[in-house]
């Protein structure tokens, strides 16, 4: 672990808790807690928690603040309501995805977005560069962030949070998916990473570790990495430096659904690339595996097709809810039914299947 990473406000409740720390993208987070296996399935059946605090909160503010932000991203913002939220990439001039993130209005002037840690950076130099009109850039200090999943972490963290806060007026049972508010100076939103319900609680870092105990006395799990990983590569949400970087548009990395091209004068950055590829395909495609013979998935592997090379695994795992190994691969054509993954330089064989592997709970393929 390198001695210049950061530590967020949960690091010593990592410590009491047994988390096992590791550097991740400069930051000293927990892995597991004793069981990664365990935290996985505390999110899938009831409740888990995340520290996400390394995550970055960018505020973007001003009378030009929706224009600027249709030119940046590939979807359109103009389709959000005050409240309201949606996922999006964020291109250079060829095409390459920079980053993926959320973005939320709260106003038509007032945005907030939720950029990667690993691309931190790289996001805020690029969002300064592109920057045009009335438009403010702020990257407020002293948050911290919990990530709460599951089928029970809405009503665990509804609890906590009215524990804390001690009005009556919070509530976000009624939180609509992909929405958001304040409460005080409070930010929750109802995103997610796991492809569970949940909610993010973005608040004063003074306040985390007490919520982060309140949650923990009232049964909430916590979870790290590990889970982290196993959870959303199920869900086949990407993870940026893996499945997503500047080299692929989002159509080659399986994302032509966060390119919105409906409005043909909305000319954002990299669309002539995108749109391209959304209209005829890339030089690649993207789609999920599952391992039949035995072994485990890893990022960097590569895939064969009748012996010969036609991409490489971006994402793996072995899943601990279908107890199968599964990945992302970028491939060079179509491929349907089979193929191998070459493990330890030995092919093996594994099945073509679409992503997400899990959805409501249940495999998406026999």
């Not at 991740?24 to 990664?36: A, D, R, T």
């Not at 929706?66 to 309501?81: C, E, I, M, P």
């Not at 945005?111 to 009335?134: C, F, L, P």
Request: aromatic share 6%; hydrophobic share 40%.
């Amino acid at each position: 672990m390198s001695d210049t990473s950061k530590k967020t406000p949960l690091y010593n409740a990592h410590l009491d808790a047994g988390g096992k720390i590791v550097d991740f993208s400069g930051w000293q987070l927990p892995i597991h807690y004793g069981s990664q296996i365990d935290e996985h399935k505390a999110v899938r059946t009831a409740a888990g928690m995340f520290d996400v605090s390394h995550m970055t909160v960018v505020d973007v503010k001003g009378a030009d603040a929706q224009t600027w932000l249709r030119t940046l991203l590939t979807n359109d913002v103009a389709k959000l309501s005050d409240g309201k939220a949606l996922y999006s990439c964020m291109c250079n001039e060829q095409g390459g995805v920079l980053d993926d993130l959320i973005v939320y209005q709260l106003s038509e002037t007032n945005y907030r977005v939720i950029v990667n840690s690993a691309t931190r950076e790289k996001d805020i130099a690029w969002m300064q560069k592109k920057k045009k009109g009335d438009v403010t850039i702020d990257v407020p200090s002293g948050l911290a962030m919990i990530a709460v999943q599951g089928p029970d972490a809405i009503a665990n963290a509804n609890t906590a949070v009215q524990k804390m806060l001690s009005d009556a007026t919070v509530d976000m049972l009624d939180l609509k998916r992909f929405s958001a508010k304040f409460v005080g100076d409070w930010f929750i939103a109802r995103t997610g990473y796991t492809g569970e319900d949940g909610v993010e609680i973005v608040l004063p870092d003074s306040l985390v570790q007490q919520l982060w105990q309140t949650l923990l006395d009232g049964g909430v799990s916590p979870a790290g990495l590990g889970a982290r990983d196993t959870l959303r590569l199920e869900a086949g949400m990407h993870l940026y430096g893996n499945d997503l970087d500047e080299e692929h548009t989002p159509v080659e990395s399986g994302l032509a659904w966060v390119v919105d091209c409906d409005d043909e004068n909305r000319n954002f950055i990299g669309r002539e690339v995108v749109e391209d590829h959304k209209a005829f395909g890339g030089k690649h495609t993207f789609t999920g595996v599952v391992l039949e013979g035995r072994g485990v998935l890893r990022s960097g592997q590569v895939v064969q097709l009748a012996g010969q090379d036609v991409g490489v695994v971006t994402s793996g795992t072995f899943s601990p809810s279908l107890q199968k190994a599964i990945g992302m691969i970028r491939i060079s054509k179509p491929i349907t039914g089979s193929c191998d993954v070459v493990i330890r330089d030995k092919p093996i064989a594994a099945k073509i299947v679409p992503l997400p592997f899990i959805k409501g709970g249940q495999a998406t393929f026999s």
